[in-house]
């Protein structure tokens, strides 16, 4: 069956009570009519032993059969002449108990035949309306809780119900609504701080994925705009090809051939950063092995001793760190041609054990942008390229437990100072 929680909790304790009254109200019972019995008992046997005693203080026989008589007890006294005092003898059955005895003392006494006689029948009169107050009370008492649960467990059950209201109006989209229990300390009251935690964690990751999704629908959005520029050259140079035809002078082919080449170039490029971007979204597989930071500054250096013979590059200090490689190379060959596009004329790498340090001549950034460059599809004003470079950076950095950060240069000079943050090479194990 699909009861509701109030109802078989009332059930419940309804049925438990329909247990536990009868047999409270059988031993109970039980428990009176033995008592009463015991109590009958004692009350004949104390009257015999009355009129023993009696007896051997020679008390007359009438006199002692009013001393013995009792209410509820028929005393009859019959002498050794066959003289009878009291009330008339009646015979033995089910509802008379009866003590005989022969009293052993007095003159007129000594040898009489005294006899005992209570009615049971009273005692199954008090037991049977003592098993009618139980009955009525009983019933009474299983209507009263009955009652006291169907209000009681509309309080105790409250919190639950605006559980349950509360769900339906989020589910409904109605948001920030929370319980907020007066007493964390109870049952009900660590649900209801549970439930609104629950909630927190809900609301926020809700909030987190929609933020993501901006995010990333932001980023289709622009990265489909960036890719747009080098298709429509390629559009416009390949039919600018096919109207000229075999026409076309040798200048105007060269030309255009170089255009497609620049513009497919492009959007190669930012095809490949995209991918770059998604993998380190996904988690960058990285071949970590140790590294000497110094040998990567001066392949810098002699790269751009073939690019830029015009950039003087100073390597200041020496290192080695656990990286790879090759990504490590790539973040820095973002920074010296981003360094080298701003127009710098000057780079000093300073590298150290905590991670690497371009810095350059040229305008600088400012702090306000500071944050701005790192992220995607941001084009500084000499860029050339989709703006991805310095995101890609950071991820990398990022990637082994760094971070990538730009300041002014620590000297004062003019120029940027990109810090490339790197946990140090893990110190050797201990041999045992």
Known sequence: MNLSL???VTLTAIAVLLV???ITGLAVKAVFDAQAERSLDSLLTGRAQLAQQLARQNVAPGNLVRRVDADGVRVT????NGRQLGAPPIGPGATVRQVKATLQAGQQTKGATLLLSADTGLLADASARLRN????SGGLAILITALALVIGMRFALAPLDAMTG???????GRRGGRLQPSRADTELGRTATAFDEMLDALEGAEGAARRSEDRMREFVADAAHELRTPVAGLQTAAETLIQLGPEASPAQREELELLLVRESRRAGTLVSDLLELSRIDAGLQLH???????????????????????VRVEIVGSATVTADADR?????????????????HALRITVAPTGVLVEDDGP????????????????????????????IARGVARAHGGDLTVTNRPDGHQGAAFHLHLPPLAPPPTPR
Request: charged share 20%; hydrophobic share 55%.
């Open 6 to 8: 109030r109802v078989r």
């Open 77 to 80: 006294l019959i002498l050794r």
């Open 288 to 310: 970590l092995a140790p590294v000497d930071l110094r040998d990567l500054a001066e392949a810098q250096a002699a790269r751009l001793r073939l690019v830029a013979p015009d």
């Open 166 to 172: 509360l769900a339906r109006s989020i589910a409904a």
């Open 364 to 391: 600088g950034v400012p702090p306000p942008v500071r944050d701005r460059i790192f992220a995607r599809l941001v084009h500084g004003p000499d860029s050339k390229g989709a703006g991805l470079g310095l995101a």
């Open 328 to 344: 490590l190379t790539q973040v820095l060959t973002n920074l010296v041609d981003n360094a080298r596009q701003a127009g710098a």
């Open 20 to 22: 536990v009254l009868p």
């Open 133 to 136: 107050v139980l009955l009525i």
